[in-house]
T-cell receptor
Framework: DGGITQSPKYLFRKEGQNVTLSCEQNLNHDAMYWYRQDPGQGLRLIYYSQIVNDFQKGDIAEGYSVSREKKESFPLTVTSAQKNPTAFYLC??????????????FGPGTRLTVT | AQTVTQSQPEMSVQEAETVTLSCTYDTSESDYYLFWYKQPPSRQMILVIRQEAYKQQNATENRFSVNFQKAAKSFSLKISDSQLGDAAMYFCALIMYNNNDMRFGAGTRLTVKP
C-alpha cells in the first residue's frame, strides 16, 4: 500500500521540551510538506522540501526545524521556542510541479499537546 | 501573495439534496491549480476534485462538480445527492505552477441531515 505515515497519532510533552514528529512516504514523491491546523484557521504551511537536503520556510516556520536526509522521510522538530505548539500537524507529499499530478497527499496527522 | 477565502464557516443540507460551497481566491498569476479537499471527523485529508486554471471545462467527479469562473476568481463546489458520509470540513486550495506553496481557505463545515 502506498501512502504517508505519521507517528504517533497523539503526542504529549511538557513545556520546554523539543519534540520530533515523524513523516514517511512510499509514494516516490519528491516534494514533502508540513502544515499546522488550528481551529477555524485552515492549514498553514510550516516548511516544505522539493528535494533531499533542501527545504524552504513557510509562513509560520519560527520555532520549528526540519531535515530531509532521505527522499522518503521529512521529520519535523517542534522546539521550545515555539510559543503555541499545541496543534494538529499534517504532513503531505506531492509529485513535482509540471508533472500534472500536483495534488498533495496527506498523512493521518499528529495531535501534539504541550502542557 | 495568494489568498483563498471561504465565506461560509458552516453549511447544512438535507440528505439527497444538493449543496454548493463557495470559494474565492486572489492571485496575479494566470497558471495555477485549484483543489477541494474533504476532512471527515477522522481528520484524514482527502482530495475531492481538482481544476487546472487553463481548462475552461468545469471538473466533475461523480456527485461532485465545480463552477470555475476564472475572471471572477471563483471556484465553488457542488455536491449532488448528498449522503451522510459527505459530512466533513471542506477546504478550498490554490497552488501556483511556479512554486509548491499551496494556500488553503479556512474551511466550511458541512452537516448532512437525514
Amino acid at each position: 500500500d502506498g501512502g504517508i505515515t505519521q507517528s504517533p497519532k497523539y503526542l504529549f510533552r511538557k513545556e520546554g521540551q523539543n519534540v520530533t514528529l515523524s513523516c514517511e512516504q512510499n509514494l516516490n514523491h519528491d516534494a514533502m510538506y508540513w502544515y499546522r491546523q488550528d481551529p477555524g484557521q485552515g492549514l498553514r504551511l510550516i516548511y516544505y522540501s522539493q528535494i533531499v537536503n533542501d527545504f524552504q520556510k513557510g509562513d509560520i516556520a519560527e520555532g520549528y526545524s526540519v531535515s530531509r536526509e532521505k527522499k522518503e522521510s521529512f521529520p519535523l522538530t517542534v522546539t521550545s521556542a515555539q510559543k503555541n505548539p499545541t496543534a494538529f500537524y499534517l504532513c503531505a507529499s506531492s509529485a513535482l510541479l509540471g508533472t500534472g499530478m500536483e495534488e498533495q497527499y496527506f498523512g493521518p496527522g499528529t495531535r501534539l499537546t504541550v502542557t | 501573495a495568494q489568498t483563498v477565502t471561504q465565506s461560509q464557516p458552516e453549511m447544512s443540507v438535507q440528505e439527497a439534496e444538493t449543496v454548493t460551497l463557495s470559494c474565492t481566491y486572489d492571485t496575479s498569476e494566470s497558471d495555477y491549480y485549484l483543489f477541494w479537499y474533504k476532512q471527515p471527523p477522522s481528520r484524514q485529508m482527502i482530495l475531492v476534485i481538482r481544476q487546472e486554471a487553463y481548462k475552461q471545462q468545469n471538473a466533475t467527479e461523480n456527485r461532485f462538480s465545480v463552477n470555475f469562473q476564472k475572471a471572477a476568481k471563483s471556484f465553488s463546489l457542488k455536491i449532488s445527492d448528498s449522503q451522510l458520509g459527505d459530512a466533513a470540513m471542506y477546504f478550498c486550495a490554490l497552488i501556483m505552477y511556479n512554486n509548491n506553496d499551496m494556500r488553503f481557505g479556512a474551511g466550511t463545515r458541512l452537516t448532512v441531515k437525514p
